[in-house]
């Protein structure tokens, strides 16, 4: 009796340790891939143009925003090792794929207040190193209308309701926003940045077209809503749960009648496979975290 009860508190301790991998760095390989399809589509889109250029686009020819998960920019800060490719949108859905843009702001090198969220510990951590910026560093994005750079003019924490962080500005700005502290969303950490001297800021994009009785969101929303997935995914979750757990019973049965290296060997991959699934659903359950 004992022996089981130590048995099934040992695996559920193995198990919840695997989830913490998966958290911190399973869920970087799929943000990996997805960046990589993204650096893709964004030279491609860069070089449609002129072949003979990489840098920028005739502005006469740039579309409307793009929609939410596509590309919008390329972002590197030096000092943190940081490059990104952004994509449009601050959903669940958006920031796994890397950083995102709030829709409701300008985009990077427009004039006005551009703002980006990012994860922290999660989904390859893009944001990971950010409290260690000061003034005077520099962010450099590249866009569609050409590149540009930004320096660091203020770095301070805030607590989700102060939306303000995200209001227009007089100046063309950069406002990077993440999760404070590391593994908690408690409060957000927010990187203020300013157009180097010399540069001049872009017209504005026109905004994509509206979903039809779509409501139309507030710049601070995403700042402050946390958010949790759809039934569908929970009900998704309990069946790879369940499929996981037969699995690995079968597995189980299997090692205690034959006790040879097929038996142990035989049930690794397909559980692996089975637990790696039910992990990235799981995830969706849990409260967004930047």
Known sequence: MLSGLGAILT??????????GYQLWGTGLYTSRQQ??????????????????????????LPPAPPTGEFVAHLKVPKIGLDQYVVQGVGLGDLRK???HYPETPLPGEQGNAAIAGHRTTYGAPFNRLGELVDGDELQVTTLKGNFT?????????????????NATPTPTLTLTTCHPKYSAKERLIVVAHLAPGQTATAS?????????????LPGDALADAGLASDRSKVTTTLWGLLTAAIGIGWWVAIRRRRDWLAYVGGVMPFLIALFFFYAHLELLLPANF
């Open 11 to 20: 695996g559920a301790g193995v198990l919840i340790l695997l989830f913490v």
């Open 36 to 61: 990589g399809q993204l650096e893709t589509k964004f030279k491609a889109q860069l070089q449609a143009d002129d072949p003979t250029t990489s840098t920028t686009v005739n502005p006469a020819n």
């Open 98 to 100: 890397g950083p995102g």
């Open 150 to 166: 930004y320096r660091v003019a203020r770095v301070h924490v805030v607590t989700p309701s102060q939306v303000e962080v995200l």
């Open 205 to 217: 994009t026109p905004p994509p077209p509206a979903e039809p009785g779509a409501k139309k969101p």
